[in-house]
């Protein structure tokens, strides 16, 4: 059976938000069962785990005896067997491919620079100075991202991809800004991914984890 690293508790602020959450849903969506390896405390700095995983982040997926990590391609693992993450179509398949690093190269970077800002720095005068370069930047990202778009329910037509998934946790990143929800396109985007029976399946099953911990 697969499985899942991820953080036995994080703080409330990031609950929702590990990337873990990327790999539960994709596994989800796909249909295959698995199981978690929670982390402790510096668990993620002990010498075992930075074997698998250089950098000391979660998750990695482990499969008889074979380990993987950084969320993406977890995600485009996982989409090998799932039909629902990668269309067997060469070129549908290529653009869901493309939707990925899309999100995380060309998305991701831009708004966690805002979270960062807002999350860990917002007291302090260089973040003041900072976060507005910083949102106008992310808010011309999603101005590309949500012309892209359209008016398609997801990002390559009628069909929910790898892409999707990766894009709409991507912008999840910000819910604590109207950013991303002051583009309606986008917040429906997003609203109609994380409606999807298996985002909630992921998502309460993390939140189940951290709430055992702090039991």
């Known amino acids: 059976m697969i499985t899942i690293s991820a953080f036995q508790w994080v703080p409330d602020f990031a609950q929702g938000q ?20 929670l982390l402790s405390q510096g668990d993620q700095d002990k010498p075992e785990y930075r074997a698998l995983q250089p950098f000391g ?6 499969e008889n005896g074979f380990a993987l990590f950084e969320s993406g391609a977890i995600v485009l693992h996982i989409g090998e067997r799932s039909e629902t993450l990668l269309p067997k179509d060469p070129a549908a398949r290529a653009r869901a491919t493309q939707w990925v690093i899309a999100a995380l190269n060309s998305i991701e970077p831009f708004l966690m620079d805002v979270a960062r800002i807002d999350l860990f720095y917002a007291d302090q005068e260089w973040a ?16 590309g991202l949500s012309k892209s778009l359209s008016d398609k329910p997801y990002l390559d037509g009628n069909r929910f991809t790898a892409g999707d998934l990766l894009m709409s946790s991507v912008l999840r990143i910000l819910n604590n800004t109207d950013i991303v929800n002051s583009d309606a396109r986008l917040a429906d985007y997003v609203a109609r991914c994380t409606a999807r029976p298996a985002f909630k399946r992921a998502l309460d099953a993390q939140i189940a984890d951290f709430r055992r911990a702090a039991a």
């Open 57 to 62: 982040q979660v998750p990695i997926l482990e």
């Open 18 to 37: 590990v990337r873990d959450l990327r790999a539960r849903w994709a596994l989800e969506e796909a249909g295959i069962p698995y199981r978690t390896r």
């Open 128 to 143: 003041k100075q900072r976060r507005p370069g910083a949102v106008a930047f992310a808010k011309r990202r999603l101005d």
